[in-house]
């Protein structure tokens, strides 16, 4: 063949599939977030919310969200998807799905890379990671950790920045200990193998994995050393800009079942039953994991709300461990005012 | 000369198709960095040397997993085509191996190989061994049967056979393994990255993602395994003109 029809054919090959990759999906999709008038006359409004990790027993407060009316009660129906947590961050911020489910130590660092998310209400008043060992062999002295083989995902996401805050409260760096990373999140395999002395992992999950297991645990929380938000519900600054009323009518919906499960953990395992068929399978196991979950979440009188005072704390922990540069103000992150008191 | 500008304008074509992507597309920096913050980003990281110290860490295993990964390939694809029975036994193992995701199983296999540069090297060689030993069992059994007979009727040994016959015959086939191998141990070092490591390619590509959200850091990852890649099978390349010549 001639080279130069060669060429040509390449480039044009390129071209296609360059159009048909990346312009003719954005050209042709509608943005999620684009200004709609708010649903009346019992019309209900399509959003979609992601979430990270799968279906689970800890996402009760969605799914009786879902199943007992709380969104169509607010206009909404509502599509839950999961995706992997820092697509979560980045879909939202886009505009492809208007609410998802994230860290706010995520939060935190998307925003100083400029992506446009706001954490607009809290699911978890504490800080659900911890590290974890074997009973009688967990320091309750961070300065002790110096020495010990520990295990994490990797060095990214909540397990990572509530390690780098209990070192950090013990005057060590990840140097000062022996980091193996489990990356597909197994290091309840590396711990039971006795590859790993700790791990970092989430007070509602991993403990009682172990426990099944036959291993008997101790904790040692961050909140005890170092204060950090938790997980909370994130949207997009362009939705939150043109439609408030929307945000807020999804963030007290979503609270007002959350609630409802702390009062009644049996209506959100019922919820959940629904949503998560391999519940079936383990039901036990389940149960305690939604019973652990709601003791992270912030007990009765739980609304949602955003704490100032920890996201302060937080905020000033991320930026002495480096992880934020200060450059982008809390006020930019989280929008307070989407659940503020009546 | 026309090679290189052949090429040249191949790159040019697809930087300027990626940027017009970009443009017409309107993404934004953290869905699809245009070409030029990737190379800024990229320059930023070759000075800290960010970049190296991943990259030479994933070269590394790229190397040692081609090299045990193709070493065993080639053994195990010499026997299986020299002999039926070897071949009934253990193809169905060696096929089924190959339909298993490799993706689940490697956080297994760091765990039984103890989580270091093994682990590694044994998750990128499996991912590489299938190709190459398919190959060389296909290459050997199409050496000419007469000429075999030949040998055979001069006295040869069945090694002298492989080693003069078989295996000279085989090596155009063999060399289409070695390229697909090469090609697919870039992909095993950091699927084993993936499984277990703190650092390489495949971890700078994790950070990047999921803890800086520098999505032209990513990119920067990405492109340096695409040049890694693009190396390994040039040098494989010019391996087969070299020894097919001779």
């Not at chain 2, 800024?40 to 081609?66: K, N, Y």
Request: proline share 7%; hydrophobic share 55%.
């Amino acid at each position: 063949m001639n080279p130069r029809r060669a060429l040509l054919g390449v480039a044009a090959a390129l071209a296609v599939l360059a159009l048909v990759v990346f312009v003719l999906p954005r050209l042709t999709s509608e943005p999620a977030a684009s200004p709609r008038a708010t649903p009346s006359n019992g019309e209900l409004r399509d959003v979609t919310l992601l979430l990270g990790f799968r279906p689970d027993v800890q996402f009760a407060p969605f799914y009786v969200a879902q199943q007992e009316g709380f969104y169509a009660d607010a206009g909404l129906e509502v599509t839950i998807e999961h995706r992997q947590a820092p697509d979560v961050l980045v879909l939202v911020a886009d505009g492809d799905a208007e609410f998802g489910v994230a860290d706010a130590t995520d939060v935190m660092i998307a925003r100083t890379s400029e992506i446009p998310v706001r954490y607009v209400s809290t699911l978890f008043g504490s800080f659900p990671v911890a590290l974890i060992g074997p009973a009688g062999e967990v320091p309750t002295d961070p300065a002790a950790l110096a020495g010990l083989r520990i295990g994490t995902p990797g060095r990214f996401g909540s397990s990572w920045h509530a390690l780098l805050a209990l070192l950090d409260a013990g005057g060590l760096t990840p140097e000062d200990v022996e980091i193996r990373a489990y990356p597909q999140f197994n290091q309840v395999d590396g711990l039971s193998n006795g590859d790993v002395d700790l791990i970092t992992g989430f007070r509602n999950n991993e403990p009682l994995r172990l426990e099944a297991r036959g291993i008997d645990v101790d904790l040692l929380t961050v909140d005890e050393v170092a204060p950090l938000p938790g997980p909370g519900v994130i949207t997009g600054d362009e939705l939150l800009a043109s439609e408030p009323e929307l945000v807020r009518a999804f963030a007290d919906a979503t609270a007002r079942a959350q609630a409802a499960v702390i009062d009644d953990p049996d209506l959100g395992f019922a919820a959940a039953q629904v949503a998560v068929p391999t519940i079936a399978e383990d039901p036990e196991t389940a149960r305690a994991v939604l019973e652990a979950t709601v003791a992270l979440w912030g007990g009765e009188g739980f609304s949602g709300r955003i704490d100032l005072d920890l996201w302060e704390r937080g905020y000033a922990t991320m930026q002495e461990l480096g992880l934020i540069d200060g450059s982008v103000p809390i006020g930019e992150m989280i929008a307070p005012e989407v659940l503020a008191p009546e | 000369v026309r090679t290189l500008l052949t090429g040249l304008l191949s790159l040019a074509a697809f930087l300027g198709l990626w940027k017009l992507a970009t443009v017409v597309g309107g993404y934004p920096v953290y869905i699809l960095p245009p070409p030029e913050a990737v190379a800024e980003r990229g320059a930023r990281a070759l000075a800290s040397g960010v970049l190296w110290d991943h990259a030479s860490v994933t070269l590394g295993e790229i190397v040692l997993g081609f090299a045990a990964g193709a070493v065993a390939a080639l053994a195990a694809g010499i026997a299986l085509g020299k002999s039926v029975l070897i071949e009934r036994v253990l193809s169905p193992y060696i096929v089924a191996a190959q339909a298993v995701p490799i993706l689940a199983l490697a956080p297994l296999l760091d765990i039984w190989f103890g989580g270091g540069l093994l682990a590694r090297v044994v998750i990128c060689g499996l991912i590489v061994f299938f190709p190459i030993a398919i190959a060389t069992m296909v290459g050997i059994r199409a050496a000419d049967p007469q000429l075999a007979e030949m040998l055979r009727s001069l006295g040869a040994s069945p090694g002298q056979i492989t080693a003069l016959l078989e295996v000279p015959s085989a090596l155009p086939v063999i060399f289409g393994g070695l390229r697909v191998g090469v090609t697919l141990a870039v992909i095993g070092a950091v699927v084993a990255e993936w499984a277990g490591a703190s650092v390489g390619l495949g971890v700078l590509i994790n950070i990047a993602n999921q803890a800086l959200f520098d999505t032209p850091l990513m990119f920067v990852a990405l492109v340096t395994l695409a040049v890694i890649g693009l190396a390994f099978y040039g040098l494989v390349v010019l391996a087969e003109r070299r020894l097919i010549r001779q």
